[in-house]
């Protein structure tokens, strides 16, 4: 079972709409959460960072967590075609293991 | 302009060769990270660094590839001999250690191709 998984894709959704990805982790102790974005032949981009259960808002962008489940989120909303890009969720052990795991991350096509 | 930058941007070299790719962490970082990225194996840790010191090389090929820090502005990581398989994408990230803080921020990468 790899470390951190993700919903395969690719998602395509019209502009304006949600776009959701989800992750699970395998490492219960897990305590960091992020998420990156990767437009084709660029570096990762950090797009959110998450530590706590609940919901965190950054404009357009939601991450979840629900550490009980093991489960972290991105939701896009009112996505627009500049979303359109490969979108790979990382997961750190603890708060002082800098070691992230990555997973194989889900592509994201916004069709005009 | 707070960025990590890596050099060469693009490296085509010959099987046997030696490869050095060389990073400069974001200014006031103290954890420097190498990453391989190709289509199959996804993004996969090579070796990470906090203050300059190696902390963890587990993900790297230990007989051919080596990482250093020989300053807190360069990191480097070498490839002696190069092969075919380690045509990849090769991504340094840095990030400031602290509580509750592990954000890394990735360089632009360094795209090799060993023929």
């Known amino acids: 079972q790899k470390e951190v998984e993700q919903n395969s894709g690719p998602l395509s959704v019209p502009e304006g709409a949600i776009a959701s990805l989800n992750c699970t982790y395998s490492d219960r102790v897990s305590q960091s959460f992020f998420w990156y974005r990767q437009y084709s032949g660029k570096s990762p981009e950090l797009i959110m960072s998450?530590?706590?259960?609940g919901d965190k808002e950054d404009g357009r962008f939601t991450a979840q967590l629900n550490k009980a489940s093991q489960y972290v989120s991105l939701l896009i909303r009112d996505s627009q075609p500049s979303d359109s890009a490969t979108y790979l969720c990382a997961v750190a052990p603890g708060w002082f293991d800098y070691k992230l795991s990555f997973g194989a991350g889900t592509t994201v096509t916004v069709r005009a | 302009d707070a960025r990590v930058t890596q050099t060469p941007r693009h490296k085509v070299t010959e099987m046997g060769q030696e490869v050095t790719m060389r990073c400069q962490p974001i200014l006031g970082h103290n954890t420097v990270f190498w990453y391989r990225q190709t289509m199959m194996q996804g993004l996969e840790l090579l070796a990470y660094?906090?203050?300059?010191?190696?902390?963890?090389d587990s993900g790297m090929p230990k007989d051919r590839f080596s990482a250093e820090m020989p300053d807190a502005t360069l990191a480097t990581l070498k490839i002696q001999p190069s092969e075919p398989r380690d045509s990849a994408v090769y991504f340094c990230a840095s990030g400031l250690a602290g509580l509750g803080n592990n954000e890394q921020f990735f360089g632009p990468g360094t795209r090799l191709t060993v023929l």
């Open positions: 660094f906090r203050n300059r010191a190696p902390l963890d």
């Open positions: 998450i530590y706590s259960n």
